[in-house]
């Protein structure tokens, strides 16, 4: 790559901005919209007022001409059913079919005189941009991931009334949605996102996203912009959570841009925790500097660390461009104070993470996106990502087959402490690392996509650039599974991440030795299905595994909000041919088998029965995954990425809550395993194991181990005070003769507990573990137990929900809390448990905190049912 196409890629000015001033606003409705086919007059004409849209649709804008066409009511809901073969595809209607005009009439008369900017933050594929009349790009827009930012001080109309009018172009080409992953992999052509032609957990987006996908806003400076600020934070030695730090560097520079015909002459400054840093910098006419401003000295900075190591502190971080003594600019954004590193560890072979100067456990979940047809808001990021805090995770990788996530993803991470590995946008299975019959090209056309490499490049410094700022952000990734071109990695990997960021971690490709030393053949990625439970913990996989999964079916309540009545069949295992019968809408959401899995606990009846049993297999599942994996914690492993914990349409593998935002068993699983000090039971050798994932020290804890049998009888199977050390694993009492002896009829739960010296619990897990023929058949016949719940609002929108199992009786199993409308008796969603599918031993109880957005027209009740408890529902007291 020459020089100069680098200096062109980094003076690229149009494209940039970050945040934006406090004199800001979006156009987020009011749009219409034609198909193109329908329109013959030019977008100079289309953008003037007088022009008429009276019989032009209502456009949903941020999205998509699909998302649009649904709202209008003019196609059935995608993601029910078999709806989604109903809808044409772009690849036989061809593009113009899917190419639309959206017209949007606003407010702006600019009377202050200020410098007015057009941000458009995504549209897919390419576009013309109008303005009252007059074409603000000179060239056609291309490229999904390519902001555009344009000055429109001189087309704004005294009057008021405006008129912004775009063309938006699906990609091309669009791909042949043939059932390959990718499809026919020629989607990868352009520089957009490769899931849209269908893979193996979704089936293709008929328009492939076309439409203004993100924002647009229009923004008012004074005669001088700031764009890109960029805070760079460093945190050297090593720190912990608590008491005084010693002072953080903080590292400032800026992007400022002069419009107009005159030098402009002020200062650029910030403010952090009561300090001002500033500048004073004068910027020629019509152009754009880069200014750095003096470093500051933090002195005891309050540190931003992960998820289950620390808080999460954010600064207030303001910055103004001030001329002749007035704000022209304002930005604002919220500042963690922490440093990322990445280490080799050479007894694993795989790289480590480590956050300010602290080496982390990677325990981690793949990310695809939050919603596949592009209907992204904050709420729905807030809540998808709590669930990942929830689930005691502590870094999300962005799936190289998707998108650069948006700015309000990065804040809720920020916000939970999840750590982000962003991926760029390739994959093995496009871009050529098989053979594959399915695809258009053969490898070798298909290592070259995509079709224009300088657009790639340009499109990744700008999306650099808006989320490098977020201390959430912690890995960049080349490509999924494979390396991008040489002529794009090597510039971004030695030039451009250098300039733009230079200070995380770039990883060449998903499962590349310099993540994972890969010394056992293959790709490096999987199991993706279900598996032995001691497998987790005896099979040594890749040293930092960056996809590893298993089931993930919902309820009865989650499954018949996708699937027709008709389909509600449940799948049926045969041990002869060792294959299950599964219906057809099943395998059109992408069914994965729980294969013999379900039958210990007694042959599925229905599908409520297969999903209430399945969700004891998804628990089991994901708590021995993580349990395994930590188990081995740096000396096989430096961390796991599970393949995958969200699905952003109506998918039957892989997820730990639906797309409707309803958790599932897995993500309580992986709450238990995933605990930061947590107590563990061995399937493999019958040992139980203690996990000190946190920086402290623990001492006086006491290890407590009962087996309680099905009719509630407990037997103390033993009682030890122990220690561990900070970030270890240690196996502590093998009980491999009392367990395998109580558990030989019937089988029998295997209750573990620590205790601090206040007798508080800190960890407990209780294990259901099978007869010696494999079976569960105990909790076949185990009786009803008789739990009393009682439940209040301790404050508006926070419910504490109490279950308590008298004497004498069994265990209270697997308990399903609930929060519903009290008309319609449906779950309300999203609603964050504390804690789920919880169980009681007889004689105690357990209080559980949930929390959800209150409604004023809705009293919600409480639903709770169990394996042995017959739902009931319960009043909420205020």
Request: charged letters at 25%.
């Amino acid at each position: 790559m020459k020089i100069s196409l680098l200096l062109l890629i980094f003076a690229f000015t149009f494209l940039a901005f970050s945040s934006y001033s406090q004199e800001s606003y979006e156009l987020n409705s009011g749009w219409k919209c034609a198909p193109v086919s329908k329109i013959k007059d030019p977008g100079t004409t289309i953008s003037k007022s007088a022009f008429t849209t009276e019989n032009w649709q209502p456009a949903v804008v941020p999205g998509t001409v699909l998302s649009t066409m649904l709202e209008n009511k003019q196609i059935r809901d995608p993601f029910f059913g078999m709806n989604n073969k109903l809808i044409p595809d772009i690849f036989n209607t061809g593009r113009e079919y899917y190419t639309y005009w959206f017209v949007k009439d606003f407010e702006e008369n600019n009377t202050s005189g200020q410098e007015v900017w057009l941000h458009l933050r995504g549209v897919n594929y390419s576009c013309d941009v109008f303005l009252n009349g007059n074409k603000l790009n000179a060239k056609t827009h291309e490229g999904m991931f390519l902001r555009q930012s344009y000055n429109v001080t001189k087309f704004i109309q005294k009057t008021g009334k405006n008129r912004l009018a775009v063309i938006v172009y699906p990609p091309d080409p669009v791909g042949n949605p043939n059932g390959g992953q990718g499809g026919d992999g020629a989607i990868a052509r352009n520089v957009s996102h490769q899931y849209v032609a269908g893979w193996d957990w979704i089936q293709p987006i008929r328009d492939r996203n076309t439409g203004i996908w993100d924002k647009v806003i229009i923004e008012k400076t004074g005669k001088v912009n700031i764009k890109n600020p960029h805070i760079v934070t460093l945190v050297p030695g090593r720190r912990n959570p608590e008491g005084s730090q010693k002072p953080a560097t903080i590292k400032v520079s800026a992007e400022l841009e002069n419009p107009t015909a005159l030098p402009q002459k002020g200062t650029l400054q910030y403010m952090l925790d009561g300090s001002k840093v500033s500048k004073e910098v004068t910027i020629q006419p019509h152009s754009t500097i880069e200014i750095k401003l003096p470093d500051h000295i933090l002195n005891n900075p309050k540190l931003w660390w992960p998820n289950g190591y620390g808080e999460q502190h954010l600064y207030t971080f303001k910055m103004q461009f001030v001329l002749n003594g007035k704000v022209s600019d304002t930005e604002e954004m919220n500042v963690g104070v922490r440093e990322i590193q990445a280490d080799w560890n050479t007894t694993t072979r795989s790289k480590q993470i480590s956050v300010n100067g602290q080496r982390v456990f990677i325990k981690g979940g793949n990310w695809i996106i939050s919603d596949a047809m592009l209907r992204f808001s904050d709420e729905r990021y807030n809540a998808e990502v709590r669930f990942h805090r929830d689930m005691n995770l502590n870094l999300l990788r962005i799936w190289g087959g998707a998108l650069t996530e948006r700015p309000e993803f990065y804040e809720a991470c920020d916000q939970y402490g999840i750590l982000v590995m962003q991926d760029f946008w390739g994959s093995g299975d496009c871009n050529g690392r098989w053979v594959d019959p399915m695809k258009l090209d053969d490898q070798w056309t298909r290592r070259k996509y995509p079709d224009d490499h300088g657009l790639f490049l340009k499109s990744a410094a700008d999306q650099i650039k808006m989320i490098r700022n977020f201390p959430s952000l912690a890995i960049w990734c080349g490509g999924n599974e494979i390396t991008l071109p040489v002529d794009i990695m090597t510039p971004l990997r030695d030039s451009i991440l250098p300039q733009l960021d230079g200070t995380r971690w770039f990883v060449d490709y998903s499962n590349s030795d310099d993540m994972s030393f890969n010394s056992l053949g293959g790709n490096g990625d999987g199991p993706y299905g279900i598996q032995p439970l001691d497998r987790f913990w005896n099979y040594k996989t890749w040293p930092f595994n960056s996809e590893i999964g298993s089931v993930g079916v919902g309820d009865y309540e989650s499954l018949e909000r996708f699937l027709p009545k008709e389909n509600l069949i449940a799948p049926v295992y045969s041990a002869d041919t060792k294959r299950e019968k599964v219906d057809s809408v099943w395998q059109y959401h992408k069914y994965i088998g729980y294969e013999q899995y379900i039958d210990p606990y007694g042959k599925a009846k229905d599908a409520r029965d297969f999903g209430k049993k399945a969700q004891l297999v998804n628990f089991d599942q994901y708590r021995a995954l993580m349990e395994g994996f930590s188990a081995h914690m740096w000396d096989w492993y430096t961390g796991v990425i599970i393949w995958k914990t969200q699905n952003p349409w109506t998918s039957l593998r892989g997820q730990m809550y639906d797309y409707y935002l309803d958790p599932n068993a897995c993500l309580y699983g992986l709450h238990s395993g995933s605990e930061p000090l947590h107590v563990m039971y061995n399937p493999s050798d019958t040992a139980v194991a203690i996990v000190n994932n946190t920086f402290k020290h623990q001492y006086d804890l006491m290890l407590v181990i009962d087996a309680i049998d099905m009719k509630g009888n407990s037997k103390s199977l033993g009682q030890v005070f122990v220690e561990i050390g900070p970030s270890t694993t240690r196996s502590i009492l093998g009980i491999k003769k009392e367990i395998r002896e109580m558990a030989k009829q019937e089988g029998v739960f295997l209750s573990l507990k620590l205790l601090n010296v206040k007798k508080e619990t800190v960890s407990s897990n209780l294990y259901w573990l099978a007869d010696e023929k494999g079976n569960y058949s105990g909790l076949q016949s185990i009786q009803k137990s008789q739990v009393s719940i009682t439940s209040r609002e301790v404050q508006k929108g926070k419910i504490a929900v109490t279950l308590a199992n008298p004497a004498g009786g069994p265990v209270a199993f697997f308990n399903r809390l609930s929060l519903l409308d009290p008309k319609t008796k449906k779950r309300l969603l999203p609603v964050f448990y504390e804690d789920n599918y919880v169980s009681i031993l007889p004689g105690e109880s357990k209080t559980v905190t949930l929390e959800y957005t209150p409604n004023k027209e809705v009293s919600p009740l409480l639903s709770v049912e169990g394996w042995n408890v017959e739902e009931k529902l319960v009043k909420i007291d205020k």
